[in-house]
């Protein structure tokens, strides 16, 4: 066995492993992507289980995994939930919890035979947090210069923030929003007093700028009433924000054909959703592809300002960092 220290253990995983599956995946079309810590052959066959299940759609394992890699390669970083609904809408499986636990496994497995890399499905449902350490004081400086950044939206009309319900979904929101210099708040669920007290600060400190709040969550009766808590809970702190529902909409259901899922009987809403919306089904926001997604977030935020003066204040930014950086190389 290698030691864990080694550079070729870290590129390849347990090298004994990673020679079992090199012969297993020989002749099956597939590739090795990432370090092999346990070799797995994936079924091209329909196993016992699966043809005597009501709930699991007849597909090997072997199928599902081709599929997965597609959508991975396509997409580039995802959950596992998004995997799971882009396959429940080729109609690759059915959509039930027991579909959902069957991609767990295979993404499991592929991820740790190596056939899926282990950066490409992501999970902000759990984090380590530690503070930064630094090799210098130089160091320290020169991540300062490069993280430095301008109110970008100092002159525009209005001070936007995208307000996301599932805070599994963050990773694919942060990189957009950041890129307009759009604060994220991710939740999970109902937003708490306390974000929208540290929220109600943001907007503040911003008078004279219109506060909208991008919001995006799931099409069901929680996910329908918290634009309104929202809104409230900021009158009641005595501030008129606009929030402004950009996903998920009755019409991307039939759109895009979004899977559906049962509301929950007991939600003391779902009266009123079904009154509103005409239907007692659910849907997810994961279940939005992926690219529609994204450019949604992206022409949500341009449609509430002014592009040119954006990039101008980017640009300014770049020019005074480069400075910055040469002073302090300068004087090392």
């Known amino acids: 066995m290698m030691a864990a220290d080694d550079p070729v253990f870290r590129e390849l995983g347990d090298l004994m492993e990673f020679d079992r599956q090199w012969k297993i995946i020989s002749s099956m079309g597939l590739d090795i992507v990432g370090p092999v810590y346990k070799s797995w052959e994936p079924s ?32 580039m970083m995802v959950t596992v939930r998004q995997v799971y609904y882009v396959l429940v809408s080729r109609q690759i499986i059915y959509n039930n919890l027991n579909e959902y636990k069957r991609i767990v496994r295979v993404l499991r497995n592929g991820r740790l035979a190596g056939l899926i890399g282990f950066d490409s499905i992501i999970d902000d449902t759990r984090e380590a947090e530690k503070t930064p350490s630094w090799n210098s004081v130089e160091d320290i400086l020169l ?8 109110y970008w939206w100092r002159n525009q009309q209005c001070h936007v923030e995208v307000w996301l319900e599932k805070r599994a979904l963050r990773r694919i929101f942060y990189p957009i929003t950041n890129s307009y210099d759009v604060y994220l708040c991710a939740g999970g669920g109902y937003q708490s007093w306390s974000e929208v007290w540290e929220a109600r600060a943001r907007f503040l400190a911003r008078r004279g700028l219109n506060g909208k709040i991008l919001y995006f969550g799931d099409l069901d009766p929680s996910g329908k009433d918290m634009p309104r808590d929202i809104h409230e809970r900021f009158r009641i702190l005595g501030l008129d924000v606009d929030v402004i529902e950009v996903a998920l909409k009755k019409e991307d259901i039939m759109k895009y054909s979004l899977p559906r899922n049962p509301t929950k009987k007991k939600d003391s809403r779902q009266s009123w959703y079904v009154e509103k919306f005409g239907f007692d089904y659910a849907v997810e926001l994961d279940a939005l592809p992926p690219e529609i997604l994204r450019e949604r977030i992206k022409e949500a935020i341009e449609g509430h300002c002014d592009l040119q003066l954006l990039w101008e204040n980017r640009i300014e930014d770049n020019l005074e960092r480069e400075m910055w950086r040469k002073k302090i190389l300068k004087s090392k």
Not at 143 to 150: D, E, I
């Open 44 to 75: 091209d066959r329909i196993g016992k289980k699966v043809l005597n299940s009501a709930k699991l759609k007849n597909v090997s394992t072997l199928d599902i995994l081709l599929q997965a890699i597609s959508i991975i390669k396509q997409y």
């Open 143 to 150: 991540a300062a210069v490069k993280q430095y950044r301008s």
